[in-house]
C-alpha cells in the first residue's frame, strides 16, 4: 500500500512532462508554417518620397539621409509575365531562324506616309513624291504596314496602375486611336492681287501670238522663225511670273485682257496671292480649298481655290507665290489689302491622336495606353506628321487602343517614379 502511493507522483510528473513537450513541439512548427506564410506574402514596403532608394518594411521609420518619414508603397502592379527562352525556341525550330533571318534586309519608308515602303534605295513616295528614307528596322515596316503597335522599352518609365477614385480625382480623359484622312493647315500671310508685271507680260505674249499666227503661213523662213522666237520668250516669261500651261493657253489674242491685276471689279471673283514658305510647298496642289480672312471682313471669312504655284522661290523670304480665286464676287475688295490665308491640304489616312495626348520632349514622343483595370503603359512613338488638332501616328500604337488626352503630365511623373523604383529596387539600401 505504501509503494503504490510513493508511485503515484513520478507517474504525474513524467506524464506532465511529455504534455508540455508535446505542445512545444505544435507550438514550434505552426510558427515556422506562419513564417513560411509570411515570407511568401509580401510584407508591406515604405519608402522616402525624396530618395526612392531608401526603403524598409518597418512602419514609423524616417530617412536618413533628409529626415522625412517613409510612406507607405502601393502594390498595386501587376507581376511581370514570364518571359520565354526565345533562344532555345529558336535552336528547335530552324525555320524561325531562317524568317529572322529573312528580314534583315535594309527598308526605305516615307516620311509622311509610313504605308509606302521599299526595299531598293532612291526611291520616291508614290502619293507625295518625297524620297524614301531608310529605317532603323523591320519593326518600323510592321507598324507603318500593318497599323500595329510595336511597343519599345522604356528606361525612363514604367506601367503603373491607379483606382478609378484617383483617376477622377487627377482628371484622367482618354480617346481612342483612329484611322482618318487627315488635313494639314498652311497658314500663310497674303494680299489682293495688284501685279502691273504680269499684265504687262501678258499683253506682250497675246500680241507675240497675234504676231505669230499672221506669219506662220510666210513663205520667208526668217520671218516665221523670229515670230516663233519671240512667242517662245514671251511664254517662258509668263511661266516665270508664275503662270501654268494652261493659264498661258487661255489668254485669247482677239480679246482685251482683264484688268483684275491692276483693279477689281464688282462683278468679278477677285485673285489673291499667298506667300507659302518652301517647307509646305510639297503640299499645295491647284484645286485645293482654301479660306481667307481679314480685318476689313468684319468677322466673315471667304473661300476659294488654289490656281497656281509659282516655280520660283523668292531668295531673301524662302517663300513662292500661290494664286488664289475667290468664290465670291459680292465683296469689294481694293488691291493690295492684306488677307490671312489658309489652305487645306490632304495628306492621305493616318493613324492619328489628339495633339494632348502626345509628350513630346524633343528626343522622343511618349503616349500613354490605357489598359485593362486601370493600368497606364507608356508608349514611344513614331510622329509622322501635324494636321491642325490632330497627329499623325507611324507607330507605337493601334488603332481602337485608349490614350490619355489630359492629366499627361501628372501620369507621365508617376511612370517615371516607378521607373526609379524599379532600378533602386535591383539593390536598394534598406534602413531596417
Do not use: W
Amino acid at each position: 500500500m505504501l509503494k503504490s502511493t510513493t508511485l503515484g507522483p513520478a507517474v504525474l510528473f513524467v506524464l506532465s512532462l511529455l504534455l508540455v513537450f508535446t505542445v512545444g513541439c505544435t507550438d514550434s512548427k505552426n510558427k515556422s508554417s506562419k513564417g513560411q506564410t509570411g515570407v511568401a506574402q509580401k510584407a508591406p514596403l515604405y519608402q522616402c518620397p525624396m530618395h526612392p532608394q531608401i526603403t524598409s518594411h518597418r512602419t514609423k521609420q524616417s530617412c536618413p539621409i533628409c529626415g522625412m518619414n517613409l510612406v507607405l508603397v502601393e502594390t498595386d502592379e501587376e507581376p511581370a509575365p514570364p518571359t520565354k527562352d526565345h533562344s532555345a525556341h529558336a535552336h528547335s525550330n530552324p525555320q524561325g531562324q531562317q524568317k529572322v533571318g529573312a528580314t534583315t534586309k535594309s527598308l526605305y519608308q516615307c516620311p509622311m506616309h509610313p504605308k509606302v515602303t521599299s526595299r531598293k534605295k532612291n526611291q520616291t513616295c508614290s502619293v507625295c513624291g518625297m524620297d524614301l528614307v531608310g529605317v532603323q528596322s523591320d519593326k518600323a515596316e510592321s507598324a507603318g504596314s500593318s497599323g500595329q503597335a510595336q511597343p519599345t522599352e522604356l528606361s525612363t518609365h514604367a506601367p503603373f496602375k491607379l483606382s478609378m477614385k484617383k483617376m477622377q480625382m487627377i482628371g484622367v480623359q482618354k480617346q481612342k486611336v483612329v484611322k482618318k484622312v487627315l488635313f494639314k493647315k498652311i497658314k500663310a500671310a497674303g494680299s489682293i492681287a495688284y501685279d502691273p508685271e504680269l499684265f504687262t507680260a501678258s499683253s506682250e505674249y497675246q500680241e507675240a501670238l497675234k504676231q505669230y499666227l499672221r506669219q506662220k503661213n510666210s513663205p520667208l523662213v526668217e520671218i516665221k522663225q523670229s515670230a516663233r522666237e519671240t512667242l517662245r520668250a514671251a511664254k517662258i516669261r509668263l511661266k516665270v511670273l508664275g503662270l501654268s500651261n494652261s493659264q498661258i493657253k487661255a489668254i485669247n489674242p482677239y480679246k482685251s485682257l482683264s484688268e483684275d491685276l491692276l483693279i477689281t471689279n464688282k462683278n468679278k471673283k477677285p485673285l489673291i496671292y499667298a506667300d507659302v514658305y518652301e517647307s509646305d510647298l510639297p503640299f499645295i496642289k491647284p484645286g485645293q480649298s482654301v479660306e481667307v480672312s481679314a480685318s476689313f471682313l468684319q468677322g466673315r471669312a471667304m473661300t476659294g481655290k488654289v490656281q497656281s504655284v509659282d516655280r520660283i522661290i523668292n531668295r531673301e523670304t524662302r517663300t513662292a507665290r500661290v494664286r488664289i480665286l475667290l468664290n465670291t464676287t459680292t465683296v469689294q475688295v481694293r488691291p493690295d489689302s492684306y488677307v490671312d490665308v489658309v489652305i487645306y491640304s490632304p495628306v492621305g489616312e493616318h493613324l492619328s491622336v489628339p495633339f494632348d495626348a502626345v509628350l513630346d520632349t524633343g528626343l522622343q514622343a511618349i503616349v500613354f495606353v490605357v489598359k485593362d483595370q486601370g493600368r497606364f503603359e507608356p508608349r514611344k512613338v513614331l510622329i509622322s506628321m501635324r494636321a491642325g488638332n490632330d497627329l499623325g501616328i507611324g507607330s507605337g500604337v493601334k488603332e481602337g487602343e485608349e490614350v490619355v488626352t489630359s492629366a499627361n503630365f501628372l501620369i507621365d511623373s508617376e511612370s517615371r517614379l516607378r521607373a526609379v523604383i524599379r532600378e533602386a529596387s535591383k539593390g536598394s539600401n534598406h534602413a531596417d
